[in-house]
Structures are given as structure tokens and as C-alpha cells.
């Protein structure tokens, strides 16, 4: 399966898509970890992408499809998270798989009001190491700083002090608003409200999905 989960910053895609990825066994793709690995690395890429990311910009998409376009045939099926991001984007995407002979089978759009995404924002930290994300208020670590999953050092992103955050929900809306209505016109996109607890966001997230027992 090649499933896309869009929605704004804060949706919930990392968290939503964490828990697929384990309960299916399908590859999390998610632009925005790679991104920030590469920027913990320091790499070339990673001292550019830091200087769009702190902003709340976009990275330029012939970085962020050369990172991806090889990835998108894992025979474990593929879950995009925060890619295609701009039309551009979304046009390599479907090159790529054309190359391949697999199709999107399902773009779920997460909605999620402003309100709400602007408190996650600010309540959020995450694993420096393997990203998991955690609220501070609602789901924090066991033990204070510290990733329950893996042990590394709890985080704040840079990008979600406020002035940035303002800027992230700007630009989804000029860039990534027009990748939907691309979906849509196809007609493989479900719509679902992503509030309520995280399991139950992952129980609609599952039946948008169709989830059967063989994700591949
Ligand atoms: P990216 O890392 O993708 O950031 P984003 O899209 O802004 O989304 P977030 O990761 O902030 O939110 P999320 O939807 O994953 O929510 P989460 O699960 O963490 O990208 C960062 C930057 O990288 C971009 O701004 C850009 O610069 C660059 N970039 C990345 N991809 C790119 C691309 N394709 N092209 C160009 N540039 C690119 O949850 C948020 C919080 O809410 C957490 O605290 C979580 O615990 C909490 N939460 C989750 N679910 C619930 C719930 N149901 N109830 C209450 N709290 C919840
Ligand atoms: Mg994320």
C-alpha cells in the first residue's frame, strides 16, 4: 500500500503515522525526520535545509524529491508523512511510481482547527534521536527529558516557537493547500477529523484506510 497522510502542522501525521507504520510493518517516510537527521548530522544538506526550516519555509523540492524518489517502491508499502508538500512535489511522486507501476491507493487529509494545532504546537517536544513526539501537558515522557522509546534527550523543535509556527500555517496554505485539491480531483482522498484522543484519531485513520491484515 502507498499511503499519503497530509494535513496541517500539528495534524498529528508523525504520531498517527508512527503507529501504522508498527501495527502494519509499512516504512514511515517522513521528509520532515529526514530533514531534521540530517541537520543533527550537519551535513550539506542538513545546513541548508535548517536555514528554510527555522523560518517555517519549505526546503526546495529538488532536494526533498532526490531524497525520496528512490524509497517509494519498499515492498513493505510506504507511508508519506509531509510529502508531496507542493505541486512540484506532488508530480515527481507520481512519475516515480508511474516508473514502478504502483499507485497512491489512499491520501487521507487530517483537519485539525487552529486553535487546537497552534496549543500541540507549543505544547510539543521530541526525541532528539528518533523523533518520537510527545505533548508536555497530555502524553509526556515517563521521566522528565527523557524518550521513552529509546532513551535519548526529549527536545523542543526549533520550529515551534510562535513566529514560526504562524509562518509553517502560512505557507501550508499557499503551498500544500493546492496538493489536496490536486487529490481530490482524482477522488482517492478520505477526510478525516483528527481530534479526539490519538486512538481514536487511529481508529478513523484505519477505517479511512481500509486497513486489512496485509498492508504490503
Ligand atoms: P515536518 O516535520 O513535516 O513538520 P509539519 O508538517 O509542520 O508537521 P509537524 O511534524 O509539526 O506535525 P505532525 O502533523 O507530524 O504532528 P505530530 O504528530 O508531531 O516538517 C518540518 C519542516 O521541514 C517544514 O516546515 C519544512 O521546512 C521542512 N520540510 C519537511 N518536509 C518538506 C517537504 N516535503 N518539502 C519542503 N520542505 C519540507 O503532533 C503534534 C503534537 O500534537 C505532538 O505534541 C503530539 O503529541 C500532539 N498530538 C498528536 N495527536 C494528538 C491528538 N489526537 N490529541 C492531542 N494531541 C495530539
Ligand atoms: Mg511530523
Known sequence: ????????????????????????????????????????????LGLLAKSFMDKGDYVPDSHIIAMIEQLVDDPAGILLDGFPRTIVQAEA??????????????????SVDTDELVL??????????????????????????????????????????????????????????PVLNYYRQRGNVAEIVATGTPDSVFEKLSQAIELTQSAG
Open 1 to 44: 500500500m502507498r499511503i499519503v497522510l497530509m494535513g496541517p502542522p500539528g495534524a498529528g501525521k508523525g504520531t498517527q503515522a508512527r503507529r501504522l507504520a508498527e501495527s502494519t510493518g509499512m516504512k514511515h517516510l517522513s521528509t520532515g525526520d529526514m530533514l531534521r537527521a540530517e541537520v543533527a548530522a550537519g551535513t550539506e
Open 93 to 110: 511522486l507520481d512519475e516515480a511510481l508511474e516508473k514502478v507501476g504502483l499507485p497512491i491507493d489512499k491520501v487521507v487529509h487530517m
Open 120 to 177: 500541540r504546537l507549543s505544547n510539543r517536544a521530541i526525541c532528539k534521536k528518533c523523533q518520537t513526539p510527545y505533548n508536555l501537558i497530555s502524553n509526556a515522557p515517563s521521566k522528565d527529558g527523557v524518550c521513552d522509546n529509546c532513551g535519548s534527550e526529549v527536545i523542543v523543535r526549533d520550529d515551534d516557537k510562535p513566529e514560526a509556527v504562524k509562518n509553517r500555517m502560512k505557507v501550508y496554505e499557499e503551498l500544500t493547500a
